[in-house]
T-cell receptor
Framework: AQSVAQPEDQVNVAEGNPLTVKCTYSVSGNPYLFWYVQYPNRGLQFLLKYITGDNLVKGSYGFEAEFNKSQTSFHLKKPSALVSDSALYFC???????????FGAGTRLTVKP | DGGITQSPKYLFRKEGQNVTLSCEQNLNHDAMYWYRQDPGQGLRLIYYSQIVNDFQKGDIAEGYSVSREKKESFPLTVTSAQKNPTAFYLCASEQGAQTGELFFGEGSRLTVL
């Protein structure tokens, strides 16, 4: 079965600095990869996805992610962090077009002024 | 406005009682999902439904039940057989074809006293 790992529980960055939230995955077929963000006591919001095509995917709020097949990674990045980016970020994976989406445990991003 | 509505937002239950969480969507989406969120564990799939009158178990279906009598509605019942029901429950929908862009409700926080 597919799985995803987010190795960092917490990431702290200063406002204006670049940020990276890491994600690695495991699938037997073609990976469909996703990033979601969650603000306190709210549902998740979709940020971006990789299905096929260009390895660099751009999403909402200036976020982007790079698909790296050899390293089985899909790290989330942003060139300049904002305090308002502080939230819980989830990476998710599907094995090809199946219905079962697996989420990572989440990484809490804190951006300090 | 289109979206997913979960109710109630907060719910308290005594041990041994069943409780039903409501999830309604007006997005005309085919697929609907129930996830459970616990701190540090990410989201775990309870049940999902691709079409009306059909649903499948996820990883942690024991102690839960669902129905999908209407496209718009996917209620989740937490039964007394669920040994540790205190959690944050998230409902999501997706417009078929496994696009990966799940639309989440605001969640229901269940506390068992």
């Amino acid at each position: 079965a597919q799985s995803v790992a987010q190795p960092e529980d917490q990431v702290n960055v200063a406002e204006g600095n670049p940020l990276t939230v890491k994600c690695t995955y495991s699938v037997s077929g073609n990976p469909y990869l996703f990033w979601y963000v969650q603000y306190p006591n709210r549902g998740l919001q979709f940020l971006l996805k990789y299905i096929t095509g260009d390895n660099l995917v751009k999403g909402s709020y200036g976020f982007e992610a790079e698909f790296n097949k050899s390293q089985t990674s899909f790290h989330l990045k942003k060139p300049s962090a904002l305090v308002s980016d502080s939230a819980l970020y989830f990476c998710a994976v599907r094995d090809g077009g199946n219905n079962d989406m697996r989420f990572g445990a989440g990484t809490r991003l804190t951006v300090k002024p | 406005d289109g979206g997913i509505t979960q109710s109630p937002k907060y719910l308290f239950r005594k041990e041994g009682q069943n409780v039903t969480l409501s999830c309604e969507q007006n997005l005309n989406h085919d697929a609907m999902y129930w996830y459970r969120q616990d701190p540090g564990q990410g989201l775990r799939l309870i049940y999902y439904s691709q079409i009306v009158n059909d649903f499948q178990k996820g990883d942690i279906a024991e102690g839960y039940s669902v129905s999908r009598e209407k496209k718009e509605s996917f209620p989740l019942t937490v039964t007394s057989a669920q040994k540790n029901p205190t959690a944050f429950y998230l409902c999501a929908s997706e417009q078929g074809a496994q696009t990966g862009e799940l639309f989440f409700g605001e969640g229901s926080r269940l506390t068992v006293l």
